[in-house]
């Protein structure tokens, strides 16, 4: 069962960035979508944003533009950029398969402040 472990979150204020890391604890290579999720409170779990072991990439309406999206297979590794941050968008960021098939990480927090 491959574990993930994400990180990079913090407080930033509107219109700042974040660069968020997953690490895998084993090959992300043959998985074929890998996405980030975010919940907020009082919210169901959402896709934001997804990547195809080729590369090719999706975004949900509400951040497209402003986040991007990369895995290193090597690494075993997938980053979430995000830019021109919003109140809108604090939340815990997971990643996983999509769809979802490891147990949740723990997640990573990301405050926005107006």
């Known amino acids: 069962q491959v574990q993930l472990v994400e990180s990079g979150g913090g407080l930033v204020q509107a219109g700042g960035s974040l660069r968020l890391s997953c690490a895998a604890s084993g090959s992300i290579f043959g998985i074929n979508v890998m996405g980030w999720y975010r919940q907020a409170p009082g919210k169901q779990r959402e896709l934001v944003a997804s990547i195809t072991r080729g590369g090719s990439t999706g975004y949900a309406d509400s951040v497209k533009g402003r986040f991007t999206i990369s895995r290193d297979n090597a690494k075993n590794t997938v980053y979430l950029q995000m830019n021109s941050l919003k109140p809108e968008d604090t939340a815990v960021y997971y990643c996983?398969?999509?769809?979802?098939?490891?147990?949740w990480g723990q997640g990573t927090q990301v405050t926005v402040s107006s």
């Open positions: 996983n398969t999509k769809p979802a098939f490891f147990s």
